[in-house]
T-cell receptor, first 112, second 114 residues
């Protein structure tokens, strides 16, 4: 079954500290992995996707197929990073396999 | 290009009432989704559609119905509102298969059933 697990509901760090938001997944095959972010009073939006291998707002995420993980990292947290972060996956092959499944989300709070 | 538009933004329903949450996208996306967001529970998929005329159940479809008569519109129907349906509802669309698999979200509908 497709599943995305984010074990932390809340992660509180101080400004300048490193951040790691954990995401593990269950999928039979090779999924596409995403991180979405929801800032206060804003729409949910894509932060990054594993296939792009890019860094957005200082965040990176590496897909580890052996550990079935896609943790989101940033070396130095900023107050403006405070938001709700969702890990998501979708499959390949067309039709229902491509539907987007989300984890339960982690609220990142960056303290000054 | 308005993206994904949801209406209404807020609604209070009485138990047993019905309503339709509207969702429209102008990006010609094939995939569309309805999610509900409950505190501490994240986003749960209610229904989704892979194209006009095709819909399927997600994780939590009970109490809801959808239709996809056009590519643009994907309304969500609540027939007999219950307090358990108090939530924030998000519609999303995605252009899967065209190299840009990013999903675009509406601004959400906050529904309270009393």
């Amino acid at each position: 079954a497709q599943r995305v697990t984010q074990p932390e509901k809340l992660l509180s760090v101080f400004k300048g500290a490193p951040v790691e938001l954990k995401c593990n997944y269950s999928y039979s095959g090779s999924p596409e992995l995403f991180w979405y972010v929801q800032y206060s009073r804003q729409r949910l939006q894509l932060l990054l996707r594993h296939i792009s291998r890019e860094s957005i707002k200082g965040f990176t995420a590496d897909l580890n197929k052996g550990e079935t993980s896609f943790h989101l990292k940033k070396p130095f947290a900023q107050e403006e990073d405070s938001a709700m972060y969702y890990c998501a996956l979708s499959g390949h092959g067309g039709g229902a396999t491509n539907k987007l499944i989300f984890g339960t989300g982690t609220l990142l709070a960056v303290q000054p | 290009n308005a993206g994904v538009t949801q209406t209404p933004k807020f609604r209070i329903l009485k138990i047993g009432q019905s309503m339709t949450l509207q969702c429209t996208q102008d990006m010609n996306h094939n995939y569309m989704y309805w999610y509900r967001q409950d505190p501490g529970m994240g986003l749960k998929l209610i229904y989704y559609s892979v194209g006009a005329g095709i819909t399927d159940k997600g994780e939590v479809p009970n109490g809801y119905n959808v239709s996809r008569s056009t590519t643009e519109d994907f309304p969500l129907r609540l027939e007999l509102a219950a307090p358990s349906q108090t939530s924030v509802y998000f519609c999303a669309s995605q252009d899967y298969g065209q190299g840009e698999e990013k999903a675009f979200f509406g601004q959400g509908t906050r529904l309270t059933v009393v």
